[in-house]
């Protein structure tokens, strides 16, 4: 039901451009390239992106280690540049920003999970979640803060410092203090990977209920399938090119297409992965023809049956 609306920011760059200025996108990227080096060294890490994300979505990046996964959310997050292409942010273009104009987006719009937690020591939970507020000299809104924190669940936690407090609840409170500034968007690297199956379990369900309850954007960067399968859209990475992108997908759709993408495909199986097998090909002919353009299996991606 939901993969209907999908499909329709799926597409082109002209589609990605059209829902950022109707206002339901908050990053739009276009034509986005990025390159390591030069010469013999060269690494193309990304060949033309172009994707909008939906507004109160949580929406997961999924390719083979070295598929340019971090690449993009660092180049979406305004943390890198790309060497052509662009990035909008809530409507902001920020490729052409200043340094400080960009720190402040940054600041203003933008919440960061990584894997490691980086909480401060000799702060206790609640002043490391208000920290962002503290640092930027804004007062803390103590509703808001009352329904993070009850959202969280770290309500009888919050005069504990980081020392006395479980892996699973220092990573509630990153998230929280990631959530604090209330930003257009939240970027998540990797959130479950320091966790155990339980506490990453208890991540990915306040990731989601993040968007459900508080209306938050979220791009999360995963190679965990488990962790794929909570989003509402995946989009899939290859060299540098998005090369699946669909709505919310069971887990197990998620692992096959994973495999497709590393070549292993089913000599027979269901429609849409071989479809995916054949576009992939085609994909991988054409870059090596020269004339890639990071096309997006968009024929195969409305046939896919998810529940
Ligand atoms: N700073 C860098 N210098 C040179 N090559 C890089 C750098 N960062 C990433 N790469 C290369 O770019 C490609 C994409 O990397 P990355 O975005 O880290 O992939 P992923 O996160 O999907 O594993 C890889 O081939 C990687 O080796
Ligand atoms: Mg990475």
Redesign the pocket.
Known sequence: MMNEAMDQTGGSAVEAVAASQNGRSVVVTSGLAKR??SGDAA?E?LQGVDVAVERGRLTAIM?P????????MHIMAGLDEPTDGTVAIDGIEITTLKEKALTRLRRDKIGFIFQSFNLLPMLNARDNIVLPLTIAGKSVDEQWLDNLVDTVGLGDRLTHRPSELSGGQQQRVAIARALVTQPAVLFADEPTGNLDSRRGQEVLELLRQSVDRLGQTIIM?THDAHAASIADRVLF?KD?QIVYDHGAMAMDDIYDVLRALEGFCPADGAEFLMDLCATVGDAAQEAAAGDGNGSHASSSEREVETQ
Do not use: E, I
């Not at 280690?65 to 993009?72: I, Q």
């Open positions: 390591f080096g690494v890490a390719g280690s070295g598929s340019g996964k971090s690449t993009l960067v990475l540098g």
